[in-house]
């Protein structure tokens, strides 16, 4: 049987329509926990979403998600670890 184990810090991202599920942070693929890191995080995933990325839209009619803001909790503790917005007017 295997075993599960709860990640050390999660991400709450905050997004432009309806909502993502919370992302647990890997320090092998995501680096320190840390704000350059998360927003390196927030925008690579906001890649992702653009037409042609591995989570882009499928047709014309889709919106394209949009990270605006990022949250990294420690999972134990709840305490804030690192916080990130996009600027005011962010290209995308």
Not at 62 to 68: F, K, M, T
Not at 77 to 85: D, I
Request: hydrophobic letters at 35%; a negative charge; proline letters at 4%.
């Amino acid at each position: 049987m295997s075993r599960s184990t709860t990640p050390t810090y999660r991400v709450e991202p905050t997004v432009n329509v309806g909502s993502i599920s919370h992302f647990a942070w890997h320090y092998d693929q995501d680096g320190c926990a840390n704000e350059a890191n998360l927003e390196k995080w927030r925008q690579g995933y906001n890649a992702s979403f653009q037409v042609g990325g591995v989570n882009g839209p499928r047709n014309e009619t889709d919106v394209i998600v949009h990270i605006s803001s990022a949250r990294l909790i420690h999972q134990k503790t709840g305490e804030l670890v690192a916080e990130t917005r996009a600027p005011s007017f962010e290209i995308i």
